[in-house]
Every structure is written in structure tokens, then in C-alpha cells.
């Protein structure tokens, strides 16, 4: 049974710095993986997609990367702002390239202004 | 585009009574997932539909079911309402192929039941 962690579960940064979220599983035979943002009483938004065959993955100042042997999986956020405060999650398929999908409890993070 | 569409965005009922929540995919998905939400935690799986026939199903009761229409939308229907169903409700589409999922889910905004 795949099982998602993130660590840590709370993060409260000052702005301009240079953050990493970090998200682990238990069944490395994944097809992908995803990370989402979720605002308070929100819906999840999508943020990066990694194919299994793809180390990282980048958008704008969001950078993922995936090693699938050690199941890891890192957010990487760049000169963070007051914006980005939000919870992180990450997304595992349950099985082999099917969804649904499996996620860890998520990384609430706090920028400070 | 629009993206996957749900309504209501809130709800209250009250204990034992039923409740529909409904689902609009993004357009050319015709797979949709839905997932509860507890404050504090990660989603969790309840249904998965594609091409109008379940394929999966979560560890919840059969209070909940759900079904997927001709067009791809699906309602996800919660009977005898228990204060523990309180929680955010969300709906996913994918485009599948096959088997496989390479691709990315899109969620809703959600919608928020209370049970009281």
C-alpha cells in the first residue's frame, strides 16, 4: 500500500528566501508524481507533473525533483513571497500508472513579510 | 478553457438526511475522481469513473455512490448524513489512456459540506 509523507508539516519563512518541501513514499513504482498548492477552504492547484522518466521539473521559481529509487521527491521554491503561503501537496498514483491518487498531509507554508 | 467546475461551493444539511454534490470535467477528460477532504489532512479517495463505469472505489461506506453522465460529469451522492461526513469534497479530471495515467488530475474548487 503506497504511503506519502512530507516533511515538515509547517514552515514559516521570512520573504526573498530560498525554500525546500520534501515528500517521500513507500512504493517506488511510480509512474508520476504531482505537487499541488492548496489556499484555505480551496481546491488543489496543479503545480508541476514529474514523469517517472524525468528527474525535475521546473516552473518559474518551483522546481521538483524526483529520485525514484530512494522515493524522494523535493519542491524547491525561489525567493519565496508573501504569495506563496499556502500548503503544499504532493500526489502519488496508488498502483502501478493508475490513479487515484495517494497523498501526504502537506507542508503548510507561512511567508512572512 | 473552464476548468473542472463543482456545485455547490458550500453546503449544510442536517444529520440523516442526503446530500448530491455535482461535477463538470475539463473538456476532452472523461475521467473523474472524486476525493474527501478532513481539515488537516490529504485528500482521500473515494470513486473513480471513466467512460461512465467505476473503476475504483476507496474505503468508504456504500452511504456514498456516485455515477458519471453521458457528458462526462459526474454526481457523487452521500445518503443517511453523518456529522463525520462534514469536510471538503473534490473533484478531479484526468485524461486517461488506456490503463495508464501519464497525466496530470485537475481539481475543483471544491465544495464544502457541513452536517450538523
Known amino acids: 500500500k503506497q504511503e506519502v509523507t512530507q516533511i515538515p508539516a509547517a514552515l514559516s519563512v521570512p520573504e526573498g528566501e530560498n525554500l525546500v518541501l520534501n515528500c517521500s513514499f513507500t512504493d517506488s513504482a511510480i509512474y508520476n508524481l504531482q505537487w499541488f498548492r492548496q489556499d484555505p477552504g480551496k481546491g488543489l492547484t496543479s503545480l508541476l507533473l514529474?514523469?517517472?522518466?524525468?528527474r525535475e521539473q521546473t516552473s518559474g521559481r518551483l522546481n521538483a525533483s524526483l529520485d525514484k529509487s530512494s522515493g524522494r521527491s523535493t519542491l524547491y521554491i525561489a525567493a519565496s513571497q508573501p504569495g506563496d503561503s499556502a500548503t503544499y501537496l504532493c500526489?502519488?498514483?496508488?498502483?502501478?500508472?493508475?490513479?487515484?491518487?495517494?497523498f501526504g498531509k502537506g507542508t503548510r507554508l507561512s511567508v512572512i513579510a | 478553457d473552464a476548468g473542472v467546475t463543482q456545485s455547490p461551493t458550500h453546503l449544510i444539511k442536517t444529520r440523516g438526511q442526503h446530500v448530491t454534490l455535482r461535477c463538470s470535467p475539463i473538456?476532452?477528460?472523461?475521467?473523474v475522481s472524486w476525493y474527501q477532504q478532513v481539515l488537516g489532512q490529504g485528500p482521500q479517495f473515494i470513486f473513480q469513473?471513466?467512460?461512465?463505469?467505476?473503476?475504483g472505489r476507496g474505503n468508504f461506506p456504500d452511504r456514498f455512490s456516485a455515477r458519471q453522465f453521458p457528458n462526462y460529469s459526474s454526481e457523487l451522492n452521500v445518503n443517511a448524513l453523518l456529522l463525520g461526513d462534514s469536510a471538503l469534497y473534490l473533484c478531479a479530471s484526468s485524461r486517461l489512456t488506456g490503463q495508464i495515467s501519464y497525466t496530470e488530475a485537475f481539481f475543483g474548487q471544491g465544495t464544502r459540506l457541513t452536517v450538523v
Open positions: 469513473y471513466y467512460e461512465k463505469e467505476e473503476r
Open positions: 514529474i514523469q517517472s522518466s524525468q
Open positions: 473538456s476532452g477528460h472523461k475521467s
Open positions: 500526489a502519488v498514483p496508488s498502483n502501478s500508472g493508475n490513479t487515484p491518487l495517494v
